[in-house]
Structure formats: C-alpha cells, structure tokens
C-alpha cells in the first residue's frame, strides 16, 4: 500500500506562487509516475500535471501550462507542484495521485491519493 501526504496549500494573492509537495510512503521501492488533480467547489475532479517515473517527462493541462511546473525527487519520494501567476480561477482543493493505469490525465485511472490541500487565491 501506499500513502501520499499533500502540504504547502495556502491562501494567496492573485498574481502570487505557491509550491505544493506530495511525500509518499510505503511501497516507494518502486517509483511510478505522479499527477496533479485539482477540484473547485462544485465541479468535477480536474486534471492539472503528471510526471513519468524517472523524472524525465511532463506533460500539463492548457489552463496551467507556462505558469506551473511538475517535478519529483524520487530519492526523497516526493513530487512537487510549483504555481506562478495563480489567478482567482486555480482556487480549488489540489490533490497528488500516484500509479496511473491506462490515460496520465483521467483521475479514475490512478490507483493512489492524497487527501488533498486547500489554495484560494484571492483577487
């Protein structure tokens, strides 16, 4: 089994940056690859970064892309989520998933979760 832990959410200013960290643990012998998913009030799962298992590739939603930057540390079994530029639109509840099956971009396809970090960005 494996456990992912967000932190780093917060409340900001429009215009302002945020980093979001996702430690994993438990079966980390083995890294996988590790998304982004985010959900405003209302509104379904969203699909917001990936990143395969060495590192090495990235690939992003068009809301976010030029303004946020995936990355991961797999000796330390974290990946990051770097936003620039937030604006009021990226508020949401921002989730990491970890051991995708089948599309990087479809939250039903991840076989692991974290519970999620609040960013309000205020205007």
């Known amino acids: 089994q494996v456990q992912l832990v967000e932190s780093g959410g917060g409340l900001v200013q429009a215009g302002g940056s945020v980093k979001l960290s996702c430690a994993a643990s438990g079966r980390t012998f083995s890294p996988f690859p590790m998304g982004w998913f985010r959900q405003a009030n209302g509104k379904g799962r969203e699909f917001v970064a990936v990143i395969n298992m060495s590192g090495g590739a990235t690939f992003y939603a068009d809301s976010v892309k030029g303004r946020f930057a995936i990355s991961k540390d797999n000796a330390k079994n974290t990946v990051y989520l770097q936003m620039n530029s937030l604006q009021p639109e990226d508020t949401a509840v921002y989730y990491c998933?970890?051991?995708?099956?089948?599309?990087?971009?479809?939250?039903?396809?991840?076989?692991?979760w974290g519970q999620g970090t609040q960013v309000t960005v205020s205007s």
């Open positions: 998933a970890g051991d995708p099956e089948g599309s990087w971009s479809d939250p039903r396809d991840y076989a692991y």
